[in-house]
């Protein structure tokens, strides 16, 4: 694909700007742009506070993404332990970084919704609109892991496959994927990515209507956790590369599908928990 966006010469070494660490940088900026402008708008929080709560979400999500990752590629890490922190060329398992986040809004948001406290009263909607949020994250990131190659699909002969070739340009984060697999050379391979991306979409789409439903605060992101791990479950049924991607079961479960059935049972408390509340008594999302 295109792994590396530019090459900028400065003092006699080259700079490289790579495409999937520039993808992740903008995929949380467009998200934490909404999230800040809706909350600002329905809820009357400070935009700077609420942008500072997806600041500390976007650190906390990699480093859960790339733990789950190191976790499911341990030889390799600890021959390289360094290469941790190389995050730009790829290797993150999304759910490890959505667990993480969860975990972290468990501890943080009551605090934060204690009297006196900035998110008084309105920590269930402002989680709302973070669900809907991070469908936006979703649907931009998941370009992220198509430009560098990674996280490709199982062949398949439907007319938008993308050729196995694509993926066989010599970079590190894509000579897995095909030069190391010859037997996916001349095929085509199911755009796992982009499946991904219309995924987060299409939520995003459907979670804008429940919010016009008035449903109990917290209902909104109780669906996208159920939702999107019902949908990535099923999407993960179409990647083929086990080899990178980790599996807990033989070639049946991977970290990502393991990881989705937790967050999908979240899914499901945090809607039994949260009841219905009388018409109007909540601010929109």
Not at 12 to 38: E, H, N
Not at 41 to 63: M, Q, S
Not at 208 to 213: F, I, K, N, Q, V
Not at 233 to 242: F, I, K
Request: with cysteine; aromatic share 12%; proline share 6%.
């Amino acid at each position: 694909m295109h792994p590396t966006l530019v090459k900028i010469p400065l003092f006699g070494m080259d700079i490289t700007i790579y495409a999937y660490g520039t993808v992740i940088v903008l995929s949380f900026l467009l998200a934490a742009w909404w999230a800040k402008r809706r909350a600002g708008k329905t809820l009357g929080l400070p935009e700077d506070r609420v942008f500072n709560v997806a600041f500390a979400i976007l650190f906390i999500g990699l480093a859960g993404a790339r733990f789950v990752y190191a976790l499911a590629n341990y030889a390799e890490f600890a021959r390289r332990p360094l290469s941790l922190c190389a995050i730009w060329g790829g290797g993150l398992v999304g759910y490890g970084g959505l667990v993480a986040s969860l975990l972290w809004l468990a501890w943080w948001m009551p605090k934060k919704a204690e009297k006196g406290q900035f998110l008084e009263g309105k920590a269930w909607p402002l989680l709302d609109i973070l669900a809907r949020g991070a469908c936006l994250a979703f649907a931009l990131g998941w370009f992220a892991s198509l430009l560098a190659g990674d996280d490709y699909g199982k062949p398949t002969t439907a007319p938008w496959g993308i050729p196995a070739l694509w993926f066989a340009d010599g970079t590190p984060a894509s000579l897995h994927a095909v030069q190391a697999r010859g037997d996916l050379l001349g095929l085509k391979l199911h755009p796992s990515q982009v499946y991904e991306s219309l995924l987060g979409l299409g939520l995003f789409a459907l979670l804008a209507l429940l919010s016009r439903r008035r449903l109990a605060p917290g209902r909104v992101a109780a669906a996208f956790l159920m939702l999107h791990a019902l949908g990535h479950g099923l999407l993960d049924t179409l990647r083929g590369d086990a080899d990178k991607r980790g599996m807990v079961v033989g070639d049946f479960l991977s970290w990502s599908q393991f990881l989705a059935i937790p967050v999908f049972f979240a899914g499901l408390a945090l809607w039994l928990i949260r009841k219905p509340e009388r018409p109007g008594a909540r601010p929109r999302a």
